[in-house]
């Protein structure tokens, strides 16, 4: 079985400022890892993903996440945000089928001036 | 494309009403899916289908039933509303290794 962690269910940041989203995964067979976000009364969007190679992986919207094995951790990190970042971001794990998510519980992160 | 659709994007029901929610995709992807979304837990996996005249169970199976005749469409149907499934749905299909999620329903059972 597969479970998600995220450590923080609100981040609140100023304009411009890092923020780093925390994800903790557990998994007894190797994994597909991925980052969700989910804009006010919207679905879901693809962020990013890992699926094999750099540990490091770009996103869109400059985001990126670093695969950590050994802390079976793939935290997501921008190094300077805006105001329309503001949403909730979910991170996802998968068996390498992809076929089936198991999801964090979500972390709202609300961007100020 | 029009990538995933679901109807209604809104409904109120009764406890014990039927109903049933929409949901297409026009990428021809055989792999479909049904999550739900509470405040807190994130989505969890109600069924998933591999494809047509193919389902299965998910996390929270209970009170939904699927079907898939065809590879376009996938509905949710709820036979006895129950307040604990006021929730928002989301449909979504699968190509590779990439989820495609429909706008979301959202469901209130008074």
């Known amino acids: 079985a597969q479970s998600v962690t995220q450590l923080d269910s609100q981040v609140p940041v100023f304009e411009e400022a890092p923020v780093e989203l925390r994800c903790n995964y557990s998994s007894s067979v190797s994994v597909y890892l991925f980052w969700y976000v989910q804009y006010p009364n919207q679905g879901l969007q693809l962020l990013l993903k890992y699926l094999s190679g750099s540990t490091l992986v770009k996103g869109i919207n400059g985001f990126e996440a670093e695969f950590n094995k050994s802390q079976t951790s793939f935290h997501l990190r921008k190094p300077s945000v805006h105001i329309s970042d503001t949403a909730e971001y979910f991170c996802?794990?998968?068996?390498?089928?992809?076929?089936?998510?198991?999801f964090g519980t979500g972390t709202r992160l609300q961007v100020t001036l | 494309n029009a990538g995933v659709t679901q109807t209604p994007k809104f409904q109120v029901l009764k406890t014990g009403q039927s109903m049933t929610l929409q949901c297409a995709q026009d990428m021809n992807h055989e792999y479909m899916s049904w999550y739900r979304q509470d405040p807190g837990m994130g989505l969890r996996l109600i069924h998933y289908s591999v494809g047509a005249g193919i389902t299965d169970q998910g996390e929270v199976p209970n009170g939904y039933n699927v079907s898939r005749s065809t590879t376009e469409d996938f509905p949710l149907r709820l036979l006895s509303a129950a307040p604990s499934q006021t929730s928002v749905y989301f449909c979504?299909?699968?190509?590779?290794?990439?989820?495609?999620f429909g706008p979301g329903t959202r469901l209130t059972v008074l």
């Open positions: 979504a299909s699968t190509r590779g290794d990439e989820q495609f």
């Open positions: 996802a794990v998968s068996d390498p089928t992809a076929s089936k998510l198991t």
